[in-house]
């Protein structure tokens, strides 16, 4: 017993009440687009695990030989003793796969969001109210609102990839903040939606504003060679940051851009000097997915073509999937109780398909985000949309 559980335990209630309240339930990836949870092995539509990678021979094989040859741990953070030749040259493989000068490796996206974001206004004169003016889009990551909140910024919100709007903000906000920031994600994760990069990257350039894009959604599944969206724009996006843990099959995270910036950041962001470092079997499924990315066009257009057989599938049934473009696809029911109760009949059948609800979600949308993998077949999407008609 801690003195604090009667509050937990009135929170625990009250979200309990809420229809909100969740648990941890173990599971395990296995191939063919599977996951395994509770001895049974389901169809997996929840995991990020986009290219079937993070079960890929190759990146199991390069972990453990990197583990062999340098141990578990990294020691320290990366100022101290942390830093090995495999992060350094992994970081330069990472720059050159996003068309970037340099790039540095974080334990996680959130982490990278969370402290990059309020690095960078740090470096801008002015106090929170007077320094930088940013300008975010509604939907954007909770990673990078913590990042925002931690440094005292205010926000000037546009509505979800409404351009017009920002342009509208950019004219009228901040025209005298010694810089203008603008932060978004090019791949939206619970919507599957993307934001038009070129005009974004057009718009910063036209109002001198520094543009940061969250590519964890992105990296890996789109873009040229899966470098992303902001490799449309080479050079138009200021900080691009990204994740293994999703597409590419590991963990961690990066940032990428400009040399002066990322040694700032290693001297700024207090997520990188206070974390240690990543250890050797990270890097080396890191390295190994880098290998293979560039090389998956077959796989990205098998992922690009079940999205579209499922959102085909989804519209047929009068179900709502928003403005998904991507391997993200959800099917919004409305009521969180209704959302949960599909989401258990599917189970029930066979289909792990989870749940997303508020607060993750606005109120009234509460939705199956259905996450498809390149190691799915158009069967499995079948299946899937033939138990949603069965069960609703």
Known sequence: ??????????????????????????????????????????????????????????????????????????????????????????????????R??????????WQANAAVIPALLAAVPGSASQGAAVFTDRLIHASMHAGLAISGTRQHRFRHNDLDHLEQLLATRGADAPARLILTESVFSMDGDRADIVRLAEIAARHDAFLFVDEAHATGVLGPGGAGLSAQVPGGVDLVMGTFSKALGGFGAYVAGSRVMIDYLVNAASGFI??????????GAIDAALDLVPEMDAERA??????????????????????SST????????AESAALDLSRKLEERGLLASAIRPPTVPPGTSRLRLALRATHAASDVDALLNAIEACR
Request: net charge positive.
């Open 274 to 283: 206070f974390t240690t470092a990543p250890p050797p079997a990270v890097l």
């Open 100 to 109: 970037a000068e340099a790039a540095l490796v974080f334990a996680s996206g």
């Open 1 to 98: 017993m801690s003195r604090l559980d009667s509050f937990f335990a009135a929170a625990l209630d009250r979200i309990d009440r809420a229809g909100q309240r969740r648990t941890l339930r173990s599971a395990a990836l296995e191939d063919g687009g599977r996951v395994r949870r509770d001895g049974r092995r389901l169809i997996d539509f929840s995991s990020n695990d986009y290219l079937g990678l993070a079960r890929h021979p190759l990146l199991i094989e390069r972990a453990r030989a990197w583990t062999e040859a340098h141990g578990t741990g990294s020691g320290a953070s990366r100022l101290v003793t942390g830093t090995s030749e495999a992060h350094l040259a992994v970081e330069a493989r990472i720059a050159r796969f996003k």
């Open 302 to 323: 098998h992922l690009a073509a079940l999205g579209e057989r499922l959102r085909a599938g989804l519209a047929a049934l009068g179900i709502d999937h928003g403005a």
């Open 327 to 334: 391997q993200i696809v959800p099917a919004v029911i409305g």
